[in-house]
């Protein structure tokens, strides 16, 4: 069931494209929906592949694809470095004298030096990706995700819903609204 609203804020004709008028909903929708694709979470500090990369090779030697694997994991997904933030810290590190890479069945494995061993002792014992406590884990993954559906699941009701539909959408979304912000108030 689709109900045409020429004019209003859901942008006439083009409301399928994504496109309303300046200042519509689509136009807010498209900036919430940014606001939760952002990669939360994904990016770390300048020196935080370095510190991970001596603080893994201090347990095992390894190969970068491990490496990269390896820090996903721990984080529980919500950091995966990329091979270019990963090869040329490995690098760098073989250049300062810190690791070792050995080349084995077309594969180079890292591992560190005395001085490298030294430099991973002498670290402050946390790891980068246990930084992360557990308030933020979930800043990083599942209230985005829920964020992104709700957009979706309004543009939906702004899209094909009636406008009884949209003014019963628009009343639970403030009721949605006032619980949330009751949730921050419990602290």
Same mark, same amino acid.
């Given at each position: 069931?689709?109900?045409? %609203?020429?004019?209003?804020?859901?942008? @006439?004709?083009?409301?399928? +494209?994504?496109?309303?008028? /300046?200042?519509?909903? !689509?136009?807010?929708?498209?900036? %919430?929906?940014?606001? %939760?694709?952002?990669?939360?979470?994904?990016?770390?500090?300048?020196?935080?592949?370095?510190?991970? *990369?001596?603080?893994?090779?201090?347990?095992?030697?390894?190969? @970068?694809?491990?490496?990269?694997?390896?820090?996903? =994991?721990? +984080?529980?997904? #919500? !950091?995966?470095? #990329?091979?270019?933030? *990963?090869? /040329?810290?490995?690098?760098?590190?073989?250049?300062?004298?810190? &690791?070792?890479?050995?080349? +084995?069945?077309?594969?180079?494995?890292?591992?560190?030096?005395?001085?490298?061993?030294?430099?991973?002792?002498? $670290?402050?014992? +946390?790891? /980068? !990706?246990?930084?992360?406590?557990?308030?933020? #884990? @979930?800043?990083?993954?599942?209230? /985005?995700?829920?964020?992104?559906?709700?957009?979706?699941? *309004?543009?939906? *009701?702004?899209? #094909?819903?009636? $406008?009884?539909?949209?003014?019963?959408?628009?009343?639970?979304?403030?009721?949605?609204?006032?619980?949330?912000?009751? &949730?921050?108030?419990? =602290?």
């Amino acid at each position: 069931m689709s109900t045409s %609203f020429p004019g209003d804020i859901f942008g @006439g004709a083009s409301r399928g +494209s994504g496109q309303g008028r /300046p200042g519509g909903l !689509w136009d807010a929708m498209e900036q %919430f929906r940014g606001m %939760f694709e952002q990669k939360v979470g994904t990016r770390m500090g300048k020196g935080d592949v370095r510190a991970a *990369v001596l603080a893994l090779l201090a347990e095992k030697p390894m190969h @970068g694809y491990q490496i990269i694997q390896e820090i996903e =994991d721990r +984080s529980g997904g #919500s !950091w995966k470095p #990329s091979p270019g933030s *990963v090869y /040329p810290t490995l690098q760098l590190l073989a250049d300062e004298g810190l &690791i070792l890479a050995e080349e +084995s069945n077309g594969r180079k494995t890292y591992s560190l030096t005395e001085e490298g061993r030294a430099v991973a002792d002498s $670290a402050d014992g +946390s790891a /980068p !990706w246990e930084t992360q406590g557990p308030r933020d #884990s @979930g800043r990083a993954t599942a209230l /985005p995700k829920a964020g992104v559906e709700l957009a979706q699941a *309004v543009a939906q *009701v702004g899209r #094909s819903g009636s $406008a009884e539909q949209v003014q019963q959408a628009v009343a639970l979304l403030d009721e949605t609204r006032r619980k949330l912000y009751s &949730i921050l108030a419990q =602290d």
